[in-house]
């Protein structure tokens, strides 16, 4: 017995291999504080594949518990591989040098500054009172600053800053929550801003605009409570009525401004710091989200951020204004020209913004990777993404099995690239429009940046079917075998890719437009999707679009083509009386000009909005849609609102509704919404009987409608369906490159021929 006894305290000495996000959060300190409190022998080091360690002692169990337990913050563990090893002469536990070399883990996104961090920057005896750089292992940038990995301070750009040596001591003391802290710093040695917070909130107050080198890019500030100062920045920036999004102080100033839940909250509170739709209270500048209900908010994420709002407080000495409902609210938006990529180079923001902002704020330290802030709305009682970018990216989304190495291009509008490796796929920050020069090179460096950081050599490209689409013809250049995945397909599948269904379901595709198998213009799809397979299996009645796309600019002509089709183009000279090319359109089909038609649900919310009388003209994408959302209060179902054939849906009396009866745009609304509903889940429950499936996945951007997602997934639940919505992803375009790249996999593992339209 006692020799038994004996054999279990022997020392053991185990290799252990830690998968996941594991550099550039603190793991080897962990690592080294769980060593040594458990007198363990041994030592820990970053290489190519993540976190290395021996660890030799009579506590090696009782380690591997913790070290699966209680991870770092930043820490995402995915495995954990242990060897047995036979023990050596040791008497240290000890941080070894990274190892370069073919690389198989991943850098964490960037987080917001830590809690300890701030007590640090407002507390005069710490060497970071007031340092706007301050950060530890459980925050701070890391992507955005990250060239290379293994993660090392040789590796960022933070290579040039040397540390003094009060950083240094922090940087090498195991006890200190510095230790290893690769962007360490501190005004003796660190980055310099060429503003003082004093200097940048005198601006503000002044009503100027402020242009603030951050994270990820520029953004450009001013009073949100300024209507004069909202309405001049929309000029110089050349925004004319696009939603702006707002910064206040703390979690006590965000009633002051928005109606929250509880889910909202607790987002606007995470590390990743997102832009969060809320309710607004109406109390800031109308030009902040002209005729739109809800504001997005978000809290500040850089210890400059909190500087600036410290110095509007009054620059107090206590921390109770940390607590306390500040009265400055900010506009905080991407600092960009219209269309352009965010700007994020110290000389690139003197060329570019001087014409916008009165006062430009740089610092020296240098933005690897331009990227923006994320923007998240809850919807069905979850967050669903609007824009996945600073907070998220590069975090992989696990597709559940292995495959060929794809790089997927995406769409042309809300643009990301999909790189996979292995079991992940690493979906880039949102990209944007690739309509100008300066977007296509951010795309082209973006695509670089992810393939080298992933250290993968890619053996497939994915693109859409549309040939004019910039990623499209970047996809051509590559050189590599081509899967061309059709537009609709791609957003479903990327649901299921996400929720890692890979049983044969059914998909609803809505969104403004995509390119049919045979070239048509689609946008109301109802879809088989089995693997590599799909079929379309009905849609929305197609509406002429007079102009093609200038319909979607221009809801007036989407309303003269339903008018056409519902035969009543005779009413177009009054409903469009301050339209003087509406009457002449009319005139010109009812000669015999036939439009080109669509069967997108974007189209048809802009039909509905100028039958309406709500807009005529769009200043961005989706302005009609959004408008008509904000004006429900309660969605409610016109009777006979629309028909049900074989495969198609039909809102034809809904429509006509609107001409026969002078509703006002609230009451139209809510018919439509609620009407639109009805159909859809009816259209939807009959293919799914007839299919004799339940899951159900809903993708395209009209997902992002809170109203229509929401109450179409509780009328699928009501008849016993399941489904589902993108989480992870945005259910726009900026979602696409998943379904393309899960599209490419499945078709270069499928044993069967494919679809000729979808390989090349």
């Known amino acids: 017995m006692a020799q038994a006894h004996a054999a279990r305290r022997a020392p053991q000495r185990l290799r252990v291999r830690v998968r996941g996000a594991v550099q550039g959060v603190g793991f080897r300190p962990f690592v080294y504080d769980l060593a040594t409190r458990m007198r363990l022998d041994g030592f820990v080091k970053n290489d190519a594949a993540g976190v290395l360690l021996e660890v030799q002692g009579e506590r090696v169990d009782a380690f591997l518990e913790a070290l699966s337990r209680r991870p770092p913050p930043l820490a995402r563990v995915d495995a954990i591989d242990v060897e047995e ?13 990274s190892v370069d070399g073919p690389t198989e883990t991943r850098i964490v996104p960037d987080a917001a500054v830590c809690e300890e961090c701030l007590d640090d920057l407002f507390d005069p005896a710490s060497c970071f009172y007031l340092y706007p750089f301050v950060t530890c292992t459980h925050c701070g ?30 940087y090498r003391d195991p006890a200190n929550r510095r230790f290893h802290a690769e962007p360490i710093c501190c005004s003796a040695c660190g980055p310099q801003l060429s503003s003082s917070p004093g200097e940048i909130v005198a601006a503000l107050r002044a009503g100027k605009i402020v242009a603030t080198k951050g994270v990820g890019g520029f953004h450009l500030m001013c009073d949100a409570r300024n209507g004069e100062a909202v309405e001049e920045l929309r000029r110089r920036k050349a925004r004319d009525a696009k939603p702006f999004a707002v910064m206040v102080g703390n979690l006590a100033s965000v009633a002051t401004i928005a109606r929250t839940t509880d889910q909202e909250l607790a987002l606007l509170q995470d590390r990743t710091r997102p832009i969060v739709l809320m309710q607004s209270r109406g109390v800031l500048a109308a030009a902040i989200a002209p005729r739109l209900n809800r504001i997005g908010v978000m809290l500040p994420y850089t210890p400059l951020h909190h500087l600036i709002f410290h110095a509007a407080a009054g620059a107090p000495a206590t921390r109770s204004w940390r607590d306390e409902p500040q009265d400055l609210v900010l506009v905080a938006t991407s600092a960009n020209l219209g269309g352009d990529p965010l700007v994020k180079d110290n000389e690139e923001a003197q060329e570019r913004l001087a014409s916008i902002a009165d006062l430009i704020v740089t610092h020296d330290r240098e933005i690897v990777t331009r990227i923006d802030d994320s923007v998240i709305s809850v919807v069905a009682a979850a967050p669903i993404f609007l824009r996945r970018a600073r907070g998220f990216v590069p975090e992989p989304i696990e597709l559940g099995a292995d495959g060929p190495c794809v790089v997927a291009a995406g769409a042309h509008f809300k643009a990301t690239i999909t790189v996979t490796r292995g079991r992940e796929a690493f979906v880039s ?10 977007a296509g090179r951010f795309y082209r460096e973006t695509a670089q940046r992810l393939i080298e950081l992933l250290d993968v050599t890619p053996e497939l490209v994915a693109c859409d079917l549309h040939p004019d689409y910039y990623s499209t013809r970047w996809a051509e250049e590559q050189g590599l075998p081509l899967i061309r995945a059709q537009h609709h397909t791609a957003h479903l599948a990327a649901v299921l890719a996400e929720h890692r269904v890979e049983a044969p379901a059914l998909g609803l595709a809505l969104d403004g437009h995509g390119f049919g198998d045979a070239g048509q213009s689609w946008g109301g799809e109802l879809m088989r999707l089995d693997g590599a397979s799909w079929r379309r299996l009905g849609g929305l009645a197609p509406l002429p679009a007079p102009g093609g796309d200038r319909a979607a600019r221009e809801p007036w002509r989407m309303g003269v083509g339903a008018l056409f089709r519902l035969g009543r183009l005779d009413a177009a ?3 469009f009386a301050t339209e003087p090319r509406a009457p002449e359109m009319a005139r010109l089909i009812a000669q015999g000009y036939a439009p080109p038609v669509t069967s997108s649900m974007g189209r048809l919310f802009d039909a509905a909005a100028a039958l309406l009388g709500l807009s005529t003209r769009q200043q961005y994408e989706a302005q009609a849609a959004m408008e008509m959302e904000a004006l429900v209060v309660a969605p409610r179902v016109l009777e006979k609102g629309f028909r049900l054939a074989e495969d198609e849906l039909d809102f034809s009396p809904l429509l006509d509704a609107f001409v026969e009866q002078r509703m006002t745009p609230r009451e139209g609304a809510e018919l439509f919404h609620g009407t639109l509903i009805e159909g859809l889940a009816q259209f939807v429950a009959k293919s799914a009987s007839e299919q004799r499936l339940e899951r159900i996945a809903l993708g395209g951007g009209c997902m992002m409608n809170r109203v229509l997602a929401e109450c179409l997934m509780e009328r699928l639940r009501s008849v016993g369906l399941r489904p589902l919505i993108a989480r992870r992803l945005p259910p726009n375009d900026g979602g696409l490159s998943l379904g393309q790249a899960a599209i490419a996999r499945a078709l270069a593992q499928s044993p069967q021929p494919q679809d000729a339209a979808l390989c090349v």
């Not at 090893?85 to 040098?97: G, K, M, N, W």
């Open 429 to 438: 920050q949102h990209i944007g429009d690739l309509s100008n020069a300066a």
């Open 85 to 97: 090893l036979a023990p050596l002469e040791s008497s240290s536990f000890v941080i070894l040098d």
């Open 141 to 170: 940038p890391r992507y955005t600053l990250t060239r290379r990995l293994p993660y090392d301070r040789a590796q960022t750009s933070m290579a040039s800053f040397a540390m003094c040596p009060a950083c240094a001591r922090d």
């Open 573 to 575: 000279p009054q409903l």
